[in-house]
């Protein structure tokens, strides 16, 4: 399809430029970006986190989808699955434009580290039925070492899209136009409560979620992103890469493992680029707030910044504010926080707030919490718990708050499963009709309304703002009472500053008829050894210590007897654990960084850490029972 300039001119009346019409599919969208603004470089990736760019205007994504689709049209018929098994990139953006512009469902996914189980991709492969994989030139010639011993890697037909070359005549394309209920991709959940399935997304679910960001988060052709996220989930890919097409506005993306690396950087970006929108789950927040160093502030603008949202795992408020307050001087306003909430089985957001409003809050009684109750109560209680609210369900959208055992509606003061319904919602699991079934077509008990998305993760509403307060499946029940499991990790974290951040798990298992509570927290690199070195074996008071120049740990034996220095450790968790949440633990490990399983998105895989500890495959540095 061509588009006229002349014919259609659509425009932004505040802006002068030019809007995309009522398109039916990304490759409509995309289309037509190219045709009225060719040379705008839609994204730069900032291949170092810094100084090393690439840009691609929409022209030059225009030209390199149809290189790749005619790749993919020789060998494809539509409807066909295609991986995409690529580092983020550039490269990563064409492929999934190509398998659009070629009718083949696109399936993103991350490529596996060295060294590092095959078993997501190789259920991935399993159950998509992909017979195509797009990757780069490196990361196949390493893969082809692994496809030796993986029989559905070597099945696949795999192309490196880097040498393709741009000269390929274009004419070789046959031009496709997606109906906006066709299939455009399939979202695979990211595995944290179980196997990963594959959300079935439209052209129109995209359109339409991607207009839902564009209204709340008041977005413009004069915004700017940032981007850090894995482009394989769906806040990287549609947050991040989508809705700046969809806006026609610049992005500057770089990859996660920059960001994690030097967390500098991706401030950095925002006051280099002048970035209006940009974001993560709290934990980057977190992390900006434990590795960035007061001399790095020195410089950084973050005036420009409009809406920072924050998703995809538990809000804390106490982060927000400390984060407020330490980037204040860099021109960072608490108004620019945006908690929202969402998931990709509706696309990807489900609500949000006011810009420029600051977060809700609200303090609640921790104990009638745990009984699924909603009691207010003052700030300054023992017993406080202070909750974030993710605002209202975006236009179009409804949220539910039902019982998941009597599937009746909840009233305001309990709370419940949060249900979601709108245009938004995908169609369900990739031949998975049981599963889809059960998750997307559930309708109330009491007044037959429906059907709703049963999103897994329990909350209530406060007037019309959602409070999301955890996870179904997750959810500990010892001697009658719920216990959330973030918040019992959350007092782990605190309660010694040798834990790392984001790297605990919560679980409980049934012993002799009884719930009994497990944790199992990843230990800070040469923190032990900092203190054998100093020979102090005394519980450290103040904030953790620099381990920038430490020397590397010494060799400790798995599962060995505690030392002082261990038992310390251990004996302040139990104590703390047992002061906040009136639990004893059963089994206590401390295990070596980067050992507990995390999804992609770096959620922790509560299911897949208890499966482990009930195969007794969790190899520990040291660990305690309730017997020891």
């Not at 705008?40 to 760019?53: A, C, P, S």
């Not at 399939?186 to 339409?208: C, D, E, F, R, W």
């Not at 890919?237 to 992005?251: A, D, K, R, W």
Request: charged share 20%.
């Amino acid at each position: 399809m061509e588009y006229n300039v002349a014919e259609t001119n659509y425009l932004d009346a505040k802006t002068e430029t030019i809007c995309p019409p009522q398109v039916e599919s990304l490759v409509e969208l995309l289309r037509y970006r190219a045709a009225h603004q060719p040379d705008h470089k839609g994204f730069t990736f900032l291949v170092d986190g810094e100084e090393d760019i690439l840009d691609l205007t929409y022209a030059e994504l225009d030209g390199k989808a149809r290189v790749i689709a005619a790749a993919l049209q020789s060998a494809c018929v539509p409807g066909d699955r295609a991986l995409l098994v690529y580092q983020p990139g550039l490269e990563y953006i064409a492929a999934f434009f190509g398998c659009l512009y070629a009718g083949v469902i696109a399936v993103p996914i991350y490529p596996p580290r060295p060294n590092r189980s095959l078993v997501r991709l190789q259920n991935v492969i399993s159950d998509s039925q992909a017979i195509f994989a797009l990757t780069s030139t490196q990361i196949l010639s390493k893969l082809e070492r692994q496809m030796i011993d993986a029989v559905e890697l070597k099945t696949l037909r795999w192309l490196a899209t880097d040498s393709l070359g741009v000269t390929q005549p274009l004419q070789t394309w046959q031009e496709v136009q997606p109906q906006r209920h066709d299939l455009a991709f399939l979202q695979y959940t990211s595995g944290s409560t179980a196997i990963p399935k594959g959300v079935m997304i439209t052209h129109h679910n995209l359109l339409h979620n991607l207009e839902l960001i564009y209204q709340c988060f008041e977005h413009s052709s004069q915004s700017q992103g940032v981007i850090w996220l894995p482009p394989y989930h769906d806040m990287g890919l549609i947050g991040g890469i989508l809705q700046p097409l969809y806006g026609g506005f610049p992005v500057a993306l770089m990859s996660p493992f920059m960001f994690l690396q030097s967390p500098i950087r991706w401030l950095k970006a925002i006051s280099r680029y002048q970035a209006t929108t940009s974001g993560g789950p709290n934990f980057a927040y977190d992390l900006c707030l434990r590795k960035i160093k007061p001399e790095q502030l020195q410089d950084l603008d973050l005036s420009s910044w409009q809406v920072a949202f924050n998703g995809a795992e538990p809000i804390n408020a106490q982060t927000q504010k400390d984060f407020a307050a330490t980037f204040k001087p860099c021109g960072f306003r608490p108004e620019t926080f945006f908690p929202c909430y969402g998931l990709a089985e509706a696309t990807l957001i489900v609500s949000g707030g006011q810009k420029a409003a600051p977060p809700a809050l609200t303090t609640v009684q921790g104990t009638a919490l745990e009984q699924h109750q909603v009691v207010a109560l003052g700030a300054t209680d023992a017993d406080a718990r202070t909750l974030v609210g993710c605002g209202s369900a975006l236009n179009g959208q409804k949220i539910v708050i039902a019982n998941p055992e009597t599937l009746c509606q909840c009233p305001p003061e309990e709370v419940g499963e949060i249900w979601v319904s709108g245009d938004s919602i995908a169609q369900g699991y990739w031949h998975q009709s049981d599963a889809s079934t059960e998750t997307f077509h559930a309708c109330l008990a009491d007044t037959g309304e429906g059907p709703f998305l049963r999103t897994g993760d329990y909350g209530f509403l406060d007037q019309s703002e959602l409070f999301v307060t955890g996870r179904l499946k997750d959810v500990i029940i010892i001697n009658g009472r719920n216990h959330y499991p973030q918040d019992i990790e959350g007092t782990v974290m605190q309660s010694y500053p040798g834990i790392r951040p984001n790297c605990a798990a919560a679980f409980s298992i049934s012993e002799a008829g009884e719930e009994q509570l497990i944790i199992v927290a990843e230990l800070e690199r040469n923190y032990i050894n900092r203190y054998q070195k100093n020979g102090n074996n005394s519980s450290p008071k103040q904030s953790p210590p620099n381990l920038s120049n430490l020397v590397p740990p010494t060799t400790l034996s798995a599962d060995s007897e505690p030392d002082a220095v261990e038992k310390d450790i251990l004996t302040q968790i139990r104590r703390a654990v047992a002061k906040e949440h009136d639990l004893q633990i059963h089994s206590l490990l401390l295990m070596k960084p980067g050992t507990i399983p995390k999804t992609s998105s770096g959620k922790i895989q509560r299911f897949t850490c208890k499966a482990k500890f009930l195969d007794g495959v969790l190899t520990s540095v040291t660990k305690s029972t309730s017997l020891s």
